[in-house]
C-alpha cells in the first residue's frame, strides 16, 4: 500500500465504533474475511487494521485501483457487511482523497 496525492487509488477508511469486550472478535471476524474472502479481488491493492489503545474503535485502511473495482467489491458482498453489526456499535465507512501528505526524506 502507498500514500499518495496522485489521485490513482480509492481509499477506503472504516471507522467500527466498538467496546473494548467486542474489539479483538471484530478485529478476528475482519481478518477471516480478509483471509478467506477479500485476498484477490480484483483491484484491491491492500488492507489494514488499526485498533484504538482504549478499545472502543477499529479502523480499516484499504485501497482499490478504480472506483469501478472498489463498487464492484461492495456490490458482491452487501449482504455480509449486514453481519458487521454484531460486534460493531456505528459503522463508518468513507473513500478519502489525499488532502495533505508529509514523507520524513530518506524513508
Keep these: 500500500m502507498r500514500i499518495t496525492q496522485e489521485g490513482n487509488v480509492v481509499?477506503?477508511?472504516?471507522v467500527f465504533?466498538?467496546?473494548p469486550e467486542q474489539q479483538q472478535q471484530l478485529v478476528d471476524q475482519w481478518t477471516r474475511f480478509t483471509e478467506e474472502q477479500v485476498k484477490g479481488e480484483p483491484g484491491l491493492i491492500g488492507a489494514?487494521?488499526?485498533t484504538s489503545i482504549d478499545g472502543t474503535r477499529v479502523i480499516n485502511?484499504?485501497?482499490?485501483?478504480?472506483?469501478?473495482?472498489?463498487?464492484?467489491?461492495?456490490?458482491k458482498y452487501r449482504?455480509?457487511?449486514a453481519q458487521?453489526?454484531?460486534n460493531a456499535?456505528?459503522?463508518?465507512?468513507?473513500?478519502?482523497?489525499v488532502a495533505y501528505l508529509y514523507e520524513q526524506a530518506g524513508e
Design 48 to 50: 489494514a487494521l488499526h
Design 79 to 81: 449482504e455480509q457487511f
Design 17 to 19: 465504533e466498538t467496546t
Design 61 to 75: 485502511y484499504a485501497q482499490w485501483r478504480s472506483d469501478a473495482d472498489f463498487h464492484r467489491f461492495l456490490n
Design 89 to 97: 456499535l456505528r459503522i463508518d465507512p468513507h473513500t478519502y482523497d
Design 84 to 86: 458487521w453489526g454484531q
Design 11 to 14: 481509499t477506503l477508511i472504516n
